[in-house]
């Protein structure tokens, strides 16, 4: 759970017209693919605790939802897809050291039962909290200005959800170099495509594009075939994933450190970063 407190281009035809709510802006095209914006670019797309029960209360309406065959999930402006969790946000935990709440734990589409195809367009930064929705997405399409970084460990605290997540995206060693590196250093586009990560590169501003292509080419399937398949190919790391995800509540107990602390850490960091 982190975030700076960013922005990546939106845009497209619509058929049923947009929503508007506290941080996510909904839009169901004609051609049956909804794109989905985070909508808080004066906090790089942070997520605040109402932005992230939004999120969560969209991907359970999409279920309902037959207009709704597949999702392109994106970043308002340009800095930044998600930077996590908006550091303002006030996070109460309850006393018991056995239990940890995590507001962005159902954030994402597949953790609230939601069998459709979601294609991730990342331009920007997308670091620690924006991994429980790349986790989750099917493919991620990204812009050359894309970056990818998860500032944790260098904050006092355990990249676990996170780390977990993008161990099923890409190269174990890859994944651990994310997570243990910090903010010291930044994961390119071009060599997130290199590693898999990425799915397709694009021009500075059209990823939004080539991924409401590339769901207008899903969504014209039946989606029934395609709903199989997207749960098919889930199910072929389910077990690891969820003995994974049972750990994390503990491991984030015992290697956290107290609020204060992370608190110092993050106002003493050093800006610079190596871009990788």
């Given amino acids: 759970m982190s975030g700076d407190g960013g922005e990546a281009s939106a845009g497209g035809e619509t058929g049923d017209g947009g929503e508007t709510g506290t941080g996510v802006r909904t839009e169901i095209r004609a051609d049956g693919v909804a794109l989905v914006t985070l909508d808080r670019p004066e906090r790089h797309n942070a997520l605040d605790l109402a932005t992230a029960a939004e999120l969560t209360a969209v991907w359970r309406r999409f279920r309902f939802d037959d207009s709704v065959r597949a999702v392109v999930l994106t970043g308002s402006g340009d800095r930044a897809f998600c930077t996590g969790i908006d550091r303002s946000a006030a996070v109460p935990q309850p006393g018991s050291p056995y239990s940890?709440?995590?507001?962005?734990?159902?954030?994402?589409?597949?953790s609230s039962d939601l069998w459709k195809p979601v294609v991730a367009a990342v331009g920007g930064m997308a670091c620690g909290g924006a991994f429980y929705l790349l986790g989750e997405a099917e493919f991620v399409v990204a812009?050359?200005?894309?970056?990818?970084?998860?500032?944790?460990?260098?904050?006092?605290m355990v990249s676990a959800y996170e780390?977990?997540?993008?161990?099923?995206?890409?190269?174990?060693?890859?994944?651990?170099?994310?997570?243990?590196?910090?903010?010291?250093?930044?994961l390119s586009a071009r060599r997130a495509y290199e590693i898999g990560l990425v799915s397709e590169l694009t021009a500075p501003g059209g990823a939004v594009d080539a991924a409401l292509r590339a769901a207008a080419v899903i969504a014209a399937c039946?989606?029934?075939?395609?709903?199989?398949?997207?749960?098919?190919?889930?199910?072929?790391?389910?077990?690891?994933?969820?003995?994974?995800?049972?750990?994390?509540?503990?491991?984030?107990?015992?290697?956290?450190?107290?609020?204060?602390?992370?608190?110092?850490?993050?106002?003493?960091?050093?800006?610079?970063?190596?871009?990788?």
């Fill in 222 to 276: 039946p989606p029934d075939a395609v709903q199989g398949t997207v749960r098919a190919l889930w199910a072929a790391k389910e077990a690891t994933l969820e003995r994974a995800l049972s750990l994390a509540p503990h491991l984030i107990s015992l290697g956290n450190l107290p609020p204060e602390q992370q608190a110092r850490l993050f106002a003493s960091r050093e800006r610079g970063h190596r871009l990788r």
């Fill in 100 to 110: 940890l709440d995590d507001p962005l734990r159902t954030v994402g589409p597949k």
């Fill in 163 to 186: 780390a977990i997540h993008m161990a099923q995206r890409m190269p174990f060693g890859e994944a651990a170099r994310l997570a243990l590196m910090g903010t010291a250093e930044r």
């Fill in 143 to 156: 812009a050359e200005n894309a970056t990818f970084f998860d500032p944790h460990t260098t904050y006092g």
